[in-house]
């Protein structure tokens, strides 16, 4: 748990790593990714509690592979806090679309009384 905890904190801390620190077998799996259809948020948030279960669960981690598990998550937070931000939004719209709408609707009854 505590691993998982600090890989938490890296991944809203740290950037991710630059084009050519990333090896010929991570740049595939990016691609993989990247050509897939996007994840739903709970799909996402689903998959980076997976990844930190596993990094927290592994005694024997290749730096290499950790290294590939952080930066996905690190995509999938990213992706969620954009998909928290969107539905905020679209939430805010909505709601300033409602108040506007009901004084409206509250005059309209008025004179018809």
């Given at each position: 748990?505590?691993?998982?905890i600090?890989?938490?904190?890296?991944?809203v801390?740290?950037?991710?790593?630059?084009?050519?620190?990333?090896?010929?077998?991570?740049?595939?799996?990016?691609?993989?990714?990247?050509?897939?259809?996007?994840?739903?948020?709970?799909e996402?948030?689903?998959?980076?509690?997976?990844?930190?279960?596993?990094i927290?669960?592994?005694?024997?981690?290749?730096?290499?592979?950790?290294?590939?598990?952080?930066?996905?998550?690190?995509?999938?937070?990213?992706?969620?806090?954009?998909?928290l931000?969107?539905?905020?939004?679209?939430?805010e719209?909505?709601?300033?679309?409602?108040?506007?709408e009901?004084?409206?609707?509250?005059?309209?009854?008025?004179?018809?009384?």
């Amino acid at each position: 748990m505590f691993l998982g905890i600090c890989v938490w904190g890296l991944l809203v801390t740290q950037p991710m790593a630059s084009a050519d620190t990333i090896d010929g077998r991570q740049a595939r799996r990016m691609e993989e990714r990247v050509s897939k259809k996007a994840p739903t948020y709970r799909e996402a948030a689903a998959e980076i509690e997976q990844i930190l279960a596993t990094i927290d669960e592994e005694t024997d981690v290749d730096i290499d592979e950790l290294a590939a598990r952080v930066e996905r998550a690190a995509e999938l937070i990213r992706f969620c806090s954009e998909k928290l931000r969107s539905a905020e939004s679209r939430v805010e719209k909505v709601t300033q679309e409602l108040a506007r709408e009901t004084p409206a609707r509250d005059s309209e009854e008025e004179s018809e009384d």
